[in-house]
T-cell receptor
């Protein structure tokens, strides 16, 4: 079993829909990252959080430390949100990142 | 603009040849990392360095080598000993210290070995 699990693996949506991507992990962490990878391959960091909730524009990330679960929400989705969204956790004892396999999102007009 | 550059974006090599991937950053970050990405798998750590002239093996270091002679540069050599070198390679950097810092990623190099 992977230490970081994401669901769903693939997601399609119509423009304007509310999107939720989930991440569960099984290790002790000091922080959790949400990353976005566009088709060209480059990765951009969206959020780093260790508790509660963060919001940037239409993106919201939440984390529940007790349940070892995080969600990434996209409100009013747009075709330009189409990308792979990756969850990564920074382990408490090694300080390294462990990555999920990503969620491929396609938003159609 | 501050950032991380990787070159080239696409690289083709024949089996048995060593190849070096470049990674440069001007963010003044102490730590640099190399990751490998394969279809259907999460990124895996190859090597990392937290200070000049020092580096540590990651989870999949076999068949790879690195150097860190300058703070800005962390080249990765894929040697002929690497059994499955075809992959997408990503370089990243971050600050180090008492806190938890974000990693900033380069655009990646797609290596194809035939």
């Amino acid at each position: 079993k992977n230490e970081v699990e994401q669901s769903p693996q693939n997601l399609t949506a119509q423009e304007g829909e509310f999107i939720t991507i989930n991440c569960s992990y099984s290790v002790g962490i000091s922080a959790l990252h949400w990353l976005q990878q566009h088709p060209g391959g480059g990765i951009v960091s969206l959020f780093m959080l260790s508790s509660g909730k963060k919001k940037h524009g239409r993106l919201i990330a939440t984390i529940n430390i007790q349940e070892k679960h995080s969600s990434l929400h996209i409100t009013a989705s747009h075709p330009r949100d189409s990308a792979v969204y990756i969850c990564a956790v920074r382990t408490y004892n090694t300080d390294k990142l462990i990555f999920g396999t990503g969620t491929r999102l396609q938003v159609f007009p | 603009d501050g950032g991380i550059t990787q070159s080239p974006k696409y690289l083709f090599r024949k089996e048995g040849q060593n190849v070096t991937l470049s990674c440069e950053q001007n963010l003044n970050h102490d730590a640099m990392y190399w990751y490998r990405q394969d279809p259907g798998q999460g990124l895996r750590l190859i090597y990392y360095s937290q200070i000049v002239n020092d580096f540590q093996k990651g989870d999949i270091a076999e068949g790879y080598s690195v150097s860190r002679e300058k703070k800005e540069s962390f080249p990765l050599t894929v040697t002929s000993a690497q059994k499955n070198p075809t992959a997408f390679y990503l370089c990243a950097s971050s600050r180090v210290g008492g806190g938890v810092y974000e990693q900033y990623f380069g655009p990646g190099t797609r290596l194809t070995v035939t």
